[in-house]
């Protein structure tokens, strides 16, 4: 790994402090702020993370506030996806995309209030296209980055520590849904969601005073349970199919290709940008899509490329994360696959840095 | 330092092969690609900047062109700068404001046409504004990030390698404009620009299969003029005023607040984003203002947060970028200062990591 120049452009966070107490061993840069990427090793994270309860550092998720007699109708013009059901204390994933139905991030989508909304961001500077939008429709909002870092609990165990911190009424917080708490006489915005599938939370914290007396209250309340610092994990996250854009997306896919057509109600989120686009590509279908794939032989290197997919020695398609699976015995991994050479259980080759091995398309992730 | 997670989110150039075979020591991440930030280090890259010639891998500062009969139009929109005298073949450098007069990104403006532009961008998803705002705006363009890669050659002899390889006619190029020069039979832009004050040219590669042969030619044609891989310097740069946005500026200052008012014809440049803000600024000045400033004590750390500038004992400011000058004897730094305390040679104290140091205001910059 190479290493990475301090720079106050690399924005730090207000767990920063706590992270680098913890031991962290590397980064990435993630909305021009760093995220930790290996606390232990990524191995030793993954089964962490599988058995107990991480705190995870995701200040980088930074927000989007909309605010704002036409809040709503923004929000409706940014996705494909019919926000209507949506109610107050709901989370919604939602593709973002251009007038060609390009994928410009894919967010979390917090409903606030009927006027104020978050929209927690991918690696995008959403702002700017959220910015520029209300800006040429004239709307009635306000667009702006809030002084709010999302602090994550992920693992089997999250629901106990974040009781010890916050009461049982965390306990009743449904999937994609948020309730606002109380910490230290603050009121804090908990949603039950976040980066893996080993079920937890996201707790949104608003200013910087606030980061490092919650992070130590999760880690003294956590001794009993082995709780850690850790990070979205490369290993769980390729198992469970969580998309990285950037990696597994561009803004040259559709949602289709991301096999996030189910969050495109295209029919009735009337007014949305890319709209007329979606509509063709949902009528006719994506000709190539996001699947899970795993590769035969010992463990891939971390790369910093697309592996070229082939059927015989045809491009059929490409390898945009890849990881060895100690639970699963194989290398897991994210493509995006042509229609001719999706179908489970299709094998294929992939061209990894230190040469051609097998690899087979499957119908499903492993988590 | 810390190590960086190899990532195919955090893009490769068409020249990372030569930066890794240069002995590229650090990185920094800018617009989502990976930019070399050391090869000897910092202090031996600047003596040789100076001295001899450099080629850099700024690939990061990607393009946003702009293509269609409302090119100029949007382009005016963006900028408080007055485009109207600008022809084809000239660069200018445009502050990017939002509708608060708040700096969005501050690139450089490429005129290849009177419809066709690329905007050549600091650290933030431009493109996303202008395409919001293309569309809000329903113009007749069409914006996109196209596979353009700039390189740059900087240093005292950059005439004499770069005429090695392109001929006698970049000579002829004056300070911030360009000439459509060949290049193994391919067609390049070549402008006299770069983010150094020691001379030299960014050539403008498109696509990446001839990155790493221009790479090589100028690396052979520049073995007599002790040529040598290099990358902005960081303390090259601060000694010569240089900004960078995210570190010495944010959305939050206007240009004014930046130094950067001389590029603002507010009066004249009808039509722009934040005129209406701007026109108030300049009417009553900043309140704040980028300054160089002076640091005494041994060499400062290379650090990521902002250093509070301190008259006594109150607030006045903050320092943004600093760094060791072993030509000056100093550190020397840009900072924001109030008003009230930015007159050359004001003494004040700043809160530096190490503790507290002496610091003095400056007219002007060292180069």
Redesign the interface.
């Given at each position: 790994?190479?290493?990475?120049?301090?720079?106050?452009?690399?924005r730090?966070t207000p767990f920063s402090d706590g992270v680098e107490a913890a031991g962290?061993?590397?980064?990435?840069?993630y909305n021009?702020m760093?995220l930790p990427?290996?606390f232990r090793s990524v191995e030793e994270d993954y089964h962490h993370l599988k058995q107990a309860v991480q705190v995870w550092d995701v200040a980088c998720e930074r927000q989007v506030e909309l605010r704002g007699p036409d809040a709503g109708r923004l929000v409706q013009l940014l996705t494909p996806r019919d926000l209507r059901p949506m109610l107050p204390g709901q989370c919604y994933y939602v593709p973002i995309v251009?007038?060609t139905g390009g994928m410009?991030n894919d967010p979390v989508a917090v409903k606030l209030a009927e006027d104020r909304w978050w929209i927690s961001i991918a690696?995008?500077?959403?702002?700017?296209?959220?910015?520029?939008?209300?800006?040429?429709?004239r709307l009635d909002v306000l667009v702006d980055e809030p002084d709010v870092s999302p602090l994550a609990v992920q693992g089997p165990r999250a629901d106990d520590l974040m009781a010890a911190v916050f009461g049982d009424a965390v306990r009743d917080i449904r999937f994609f849904r948020f309730a606002h708490l109380d910490f230290q006489g603050h009121d804090v915005v908990v949603a039950r969601s976040g980066y893996s599938k080993q079920g937890g939370f996201e707790i949104y914290v608003e200013g910087s005073d606030l980061g490092m007396p919650l992070w130590n209250a999760l880690m003294e309340a956590g001794k009993t349970m082995d709780v850690h610092a850790g990070c979205p994990n490369l290993i769980e996250r390729i198992e469970s199919g969580l998309l990285?854009?950037?990696?597994d997306m561009t803004d040259d896919n559709t949602p289709h290709e991301c096999g996030l057509g189910k969050f495109c109600n295209t029919q009735t989120a009337i007014g949305c940008?890319g709209r007329d686009a979606l509509l063709r590509v949902a009528k006719e279908g994506p000709v190539k899509q996001i699947r899970a794939i795993a590769i035969d032989g010992p463990p891939v290197p971390?790369?910093?490329?697309?592996w070229p997919l082939l059927a015989g020695t045809t491009p059929v398609g490409r390898v945009?994360?890849a990881a060895w699976s100690p639970d699963f015995g194989t290398n897991v991994a994210i493509g995006m696959v042509r229609m001719t050479h999706w179908d489970d259980g299709t094998e294929l080759t992939v061209q990894a840095p230190d040469g051609l091995r097998h690899a087979t398309v499957k119908e499903t992730f492993w988590n």
């Open positions: 790994m190479a290493l990475i120049s301090p720079s106050r452009r690399l730090r962290v061993k590397a980064y990435t840069v021009h760093l990427t290996v251009d007038e410009l690696d995008s500077d959403l702002l700017y296209w959220i910015k520029g939008l209300a800006y040429g429709y990285s854009y950037g990696n940008i971390l790369w910093d490329r697309w945009s994360s």
